[in-house]
């Protein structure tokens, strides 16, 4: 339910990716909660757009993510049934490069490790069953049949309005410009049109986080991101049925991309496309000739059909934190405030578990989710 008196059991700063979810799964704890974000809800303005996100179970980042992987796809089907919004399209997942890479060799190691169903291809036997696909001969690839993408703007906004459903406040276009902790205990959120009490906080602000989380200055940093959707020359080898989701590791560096959906063009990008920090209030959104060649480079080399005319190009910010991996937790001062921050470019997939655990450090201080690896401790 709604405050009547200006004060909330929490106040969610951020109704991105992270934030809507947070705000929703606070809500169905029967708690008084609002969510303040800067823009619009969805917006195009951060790290949460983009017509489509990846999800894997096959994680070559780190063994750890296998776990919360696991319930953010019970979390996103949960989400799917109470909606009716569809969120999860399963396509099946290429994780691929040289056998000794990261990405396959550790994708390998994580569906080894939780025993996740899995196939081993040749580079022949990709092309032979996905016909979209020239990798070098020598390549190898791991193929997962649960991967595929998410819709990240309907995923908000089945989140907020789940979050209505369960009585919580969402306010957007209402910027929020400092808070403080109180002498109770709680907190004060002071923002462009009001002021706000609450026992608990929770900071997902993404680009802007450092912003408001002095311990994350210069941890979690702001960077450009460029997609690119390209038109095939053989449109029945890039769709959903027959296209997986895929993740490479090549000389070029990583890249990632998605089968035709939404967009008359494949989808592809590349990690830390341009290595360009920035600040959030006064960066390039306009994608350029440079980031458009850099591209379609590696469209032409590894996928020749998909290589056609430009669709759209589109920006992002990633916000990495010096080992890529998250953030969650709470402040080392302020208990009652949790931080979910520094996804690094691979946080939305799990998006549904993090506003779950990003909920129990808001109430309780812990959460059961194993999340050791992602404290801001480790930071000294």
């Not at 690839?141 to 009585?167: K, R, T, W």
């Not at 998605?258 to 600040?279: A, I, N, Q, S």
């Amino acid at each position: 339910m709604s405050s009547t008196d200006g004060r909330y059991d929490v106040v969610v700063l951020g109704v991105g990716g992270m934030g809507s979810a947070a705000t929703y799964h606070l809500a169905r704890r029967g708690l008084d909660v609002l969510g303040l974000e800067r823009y619009d809800v969805p917006n195009a303005m951060g790290s949460s757009h983009g017509v489509t996100r990846i999800i894997r179970r096959a994680y070559y980042e780190h063994p750890s993510y296998i776990p919360l992987i696991e319930r953010a796809y019970d979390l996103w089907d949960e989400l799917e049934a109470r909606t009716g919004r569809d969120l999860l399209h399963r396509t099946g997942s290429i994780d691929a490069g040289p056998p000794d890479s990261d990405v396959f060799s550790g994708s390998r190691r994580s569906c080894e490790e939780y025993d996740i169903p899995h196939e081993v291809l040749t580079s022949g036997e990709l092309t032979e069953r996905f016909p979209g696909y020239r990798l070098p001969d020598e390549y190898v690839a791991l193929y997962q049949p649960d991967g595929g993408f998410l819709v990240p703007e309907q995923c908000i906004v089945a989140h907020v309005e789940a979050a209505h459903a369960e009585g919580a406040e969402v306010r957007a276009r209402e910027r929020v410009v400092d808070w403080e902790a109180t002498a109770d205990g709680g907190v004060c959120v002071r923002t462009d049109k009001g002021e706000y009490g609450a026992d608990g906080m929770v900071i997902a602000t993404g680009a802007w986080t450092a912003e408001f989380v002095d311990e994350l200055s210069g941890i979690a940093v702001p960077e450009r991101q460029v997609l690119a959707w390209l038109q095939p020359t053989a449109p029945d080898r890039f769709a959903p049925e027959s296209f997986p989701v895929w993740n490479f590791r090549v000389p070029e560096g990583r890249f990632y991309g998605f089968p035709v959906y939404d967009v008359p063009g494949f989808k592809l990008g590349k990690y830390h496309h341009r290595e360009e920090t920035v600040d959030p209030e006064s960066w390039n959104r306009e994608p350029d000739a440079e980031d458009e060649r850099l591209l379609r480079r590696f469209a032409e080399r590894y996928f020749p059909d998909g290589a056609g005319p430009t669709m759209r190009l589109a920006t992002c910010t990633f916000t990495n934190t010096p080992d890529n991996d998250f953030v969650l937790d709470t402040l080392p001062d302020h208990p009652q405030v949790a931080v979910g921050a520094g996804f690094s470019g691979h946080g939305f997939k799990f998006a549904s578990v993090v506003g779950e655990i990003l909920a129990d450090l808001a109430v309780v201080g812990e959460t059961d989710h194993p999340i050791e690896r992602f404290r801001l401790e480790r930071f000294g």
